[in-house]
């Protein structure tokens, strides 16, 4: 049973803990005695309603000695960072600035050190940039994302920010408040207490656009080769960025029975410099496909167009990792995204076709990879990159066909005894 001093003074208890015993495996369990003492509530750091200091021993004597050591460690350190809020009077744009450097010096990603800029720049920073930020308060965090970001709109007069965007901001700021805390600017990150915006996910309509799957394919296989191979590969799974990046070393074996498709890399733009293949895809998993019909006899016709390319008069030689390409430009400069969904949106507009994002084309891979015989998950994981979004798609597409299957001979079997007791 714990012993209790008066207010502020702590207690001790005795308590129980385990371990794995590295040779043997086994669980082993000890006792200890743990003595603790809370903070008063006028010592308490920004942010905080209640903070325990512990220290714990093999004695009761060994446990009040650690934690002494400990409530001294913690008040001197509550004291040094507390002259260095107050000193620096640090404001969200100030601290931003010093987080990006950090970001731009390899801490995150370069993708995402140009997104979190973005949602600094265009929201975080007009709305709080001059905010200190050992002043930022609760309510007024919650005013901005469920009523400043939520309140923007486009010219047209629509939502500005959807559920999906109002939270990258919210992540992309609780990154930026968790780094003052690393470094002492901070105690506690006051977006801790602030529920993240819910994310909304895509309305895509699996149906329709399986629907509609015929007339585009029958206009991509009626066209352009260099149009109908590049949307083509889209329906292996590949994301954009997967298919923008790939070269022809990655298609092997293109005139054998056996052709692959390796995909270990993606078209990405640097911030300042422009576009260069990034060494590995979204999520760092290379996957190598077997290449069979269509989409083989698709790649040979496309090789002869792109050979053909070389030698028309606006041809300019890519240079260096853009040489191999497969998707060029009619100049020889490489395909952008933005250029690629343009085009995608263009296909289905020409066909009266109501646009959806391409990357659906991943999710109906799924879907139609279900519906073949013995088709396992895991088949389907490897195919796609092991994506979860779309997996699921494969699950509840194959679950429906087995509950259609299961229902259409329940029903038969209601409508037997209906019959029989007539």
Request: charged share 25%; glycine share 8%; hydrophobic share 35%.
């Amino acid at each position: 049973m714990a012993s209790r001093n008066t207010k502020n003074a702590g207690g001790i208890s005795k308590k129980t803990g385990k371990y794995t015993n590295k040779t043997t495996g086994e669980i082993v369990a000890y006792d200890y005695w743990q003595a603790s003492r809370e903070v008063p509530v006028e010592d308490l750091p920004d942010g905080l309603n209640r903070k325990r200091v512990t220290g714990n021993g093999d004695s009761k004597s060994e446990a009040w000695a650690k934690l002494n050591q400990n409530w001294d460690s913690f008040q001197r350190g509550e004291a040094r960072r507390s002259r260095t809020r107050l000193s620096l009077k640090m404001t969200m744009k100030t601290l931003f600035e010093e987080w990006n450097r950090n970001n731009e010096a390899g801490a995150v990603s370069e993708v995402m050190t140009g997104k979190y800029e973005g949602y600094f720049r265009n929201h975080i920073i007009p709305a709080l940039g001059d905010r200190r930020i050992d002043s930022l308060t609760e309510p007024e965090l919650n005013l901005f994302f469920n009523h400043t970001l939520a309140s923007k709109t486009k010219p047209d007069g629509r939502p500005l920010m959807g559920g999906s965007s109002r939270r990258n901001v919210y992540m992309a700021l609780s990154g930026c408040l968790e780094f003052a805390v690393r470094n002492r600017y901070l105690t506690v990150n006051p977006l801790r207490a602030i529920k993240a915006p819910p994310k909304s996910k895509p309305k895509d309509d699996i149906d329709s656009a399986l629907a509609d799957m015929d007339k585009i394919l029958a206009e991509l296989f009626n066209g352009d080769p260099s149009r109908e191979c590049r949307y083509l590969l889209s329906f292996l799974g590949l994301r954009r960025s997967e298919r923008l990046g790939l070269c022809w070393e990655d298609i092997r074996g293109l005139e054998t029975p056996t052709p692959t498709i390796f995909v270990h890399q993606q078209l990405a733009r640097r911030k300042g410099e422009g576009l260069y293949l990034k060494p590995h895809t979204k999520n760092r998993r290379d996957r190598s496909l077997v290449l069979t019909e269509p989409f083989v006899g698709s790649l040979r016709r496309y090789r002869k167009v792109w050979e053909a390319m070389r030698n028309e008069p606006e041809w300019i030689e890519p240079v260096g990792e853009f040489s191999d390409l497969v998707f060029l430009q009619r100049n020889g400069f490489p395909i952008d995204q933005n250029d690629d969904n343009d085009g995608w949106h263009e296909l289905l507009r020409g066909l009266g076709i109501k646009p959806f994002r391409a990357h659906l084309t991943r999710h109906l891979t799924a879907v139609l990879l279900a519906e073949q015989d013995g088709v396992s998950i895991n088949t389907v994981m490897s195919v796609l990159g092991h994506n979860s979004e779309a997996t699921t798609l494969y699950y509840a597409h194959a679950e429906s066909q087995r509950n259609a299957t299961a229902m259409s001979g329940y029903g038969a079997a209601i409508t037997k005894r209906a019959s029989s007791g007539k």
